[in-house]
């Protein structure tokens, strides 16, 4: 069975300004096929890096190299900016972290979710309107039917990252890449959106990438995890076994998590001599 993502050898470096180079994701491999797969690590570990390489949103100036970087069997090294173009929306949809600067304050929300579909299909007017109104449905939003109308700033957080999803999957893409998609909102909507965004997946075949530094969240609701650190791959595995890795980073990731049994106790801090050392 070929594989939906395959990942080999990744490397993206960005050249620096003593004319060397700054390694920001270092021999990344990977493959993944219709499942749930989180990647986790700190801020910098090159996570949403590497989702935007798969997405064509990689930095101008990231110098990219793979011995293999394909999704649906499409290698991506070679595409050129009509074929990212073809590629965004139709195989792959990008969840970005906060709707508020994702979506395009001057356009109604009935436009923004139809826009992928004016660029990938030839369809009706009609139909065009009725798939985006079953999108808004599919994603929990009240009277899609009044919705359409609106703009970003009459919605809530909870109700703009809904729409960014509906966006995403109205052309039925293949992966969704969600970085970070609950970021942005207040901790009684975090499950929530997330519960919604897996359910739509799941329902539909497709292969999701969670990008987050939550992971507790990806232990919930991914099949596979990766674990970055520095730009490098550090540990894989079942999501669910993540509170029992043995590994040195992910292991004090996991216990470093503030919650209401660690209240008033130091929590602990990471070695990272002890980690360098370990990899």
């Known amino acids: 069975m070929t594989d939906l993502v395959a990942v080999e050898n990744l ?23 219709a499942e749930k797969l989180g990647i986790v ?29 394909e999704v649906d069997g499409r290698d991506l090294r070679g595409f050129s900016p009509g074929d990212w173009a073809a590629y965004r929306g ?7 972290q906060d709707p508020r600067s994702a979506l395009n304050p001057s356009l109604t929300i009935g436009r923004q979710v139809e826009e992928s579909l004016r660029y990938h299909h030839r369809l009706p007017a009609r139909e065009r ?4 109104l079953a999108g808004l449905d599919a994603v929990g939003l009240p009277d899609p039917k009044t919705l359409v109308g609106l703009y970003p700033h009459q919605l809530s957080g909870g109700m ?18 969600a970085d970070e998609p609950t970021s942005a909102l207040d901790e009684a909507l975090r499950e929530q959106v997330l519960e919604l ?5 799941e329902s539909r075949g497709m292969g999701l ?11 919930r609701h991914c099949d596979r995890a990766l ?21 040195l980073y992910t292991s004090t990731l996991w216990a470093c998590r503030p919650s209401a049994a660690t209240h008033g106790h130091l929590l602990p801090t990471l070695d990272r001599a002890a980690i360098e050392a370990s990899l």
């Open 129 to 132: 309107r009725e798939r985006v």
């Open 227 to 247: 674990v970055m650190y520095r730009g490098r791959l550090v540990d894989s595995g079942r999501a669910a076994d993540l509170p029992n890795s043995a590994n």
């Open 209 to 219: 990438i969670l990008i987050s530094h939550d992971l507790a969240q990806v232990a």
């Open 197 to 201: 965004l897996v359910g739509l997946v």
């Open 11 to 33: 490397a993206i470096s960005f050249p620096t300004a003593d004319g060397g180079r700054f390694e920001a994701v270092r021999n990344l491999s990977f493959a993944m096929g």
């Open 160 to 177: 703009g990252q809904r729409v960014m999803i509906a966006a995403m999957l109205v052309n039925e893409p293949k992966l969704l890449i």
């Open 41 to 69: 690590g700190e801020s910098g570990s090159g996570k949403s890096l590497t989702a935007l390489t798969l997405s064509g949103l990689a930095p101008r100036s990231a110098i990219i190299t793979a011995d293999r970087l």
């Open 90 to 96: 139709a195989t792959t949809g990008l969840v970005m």
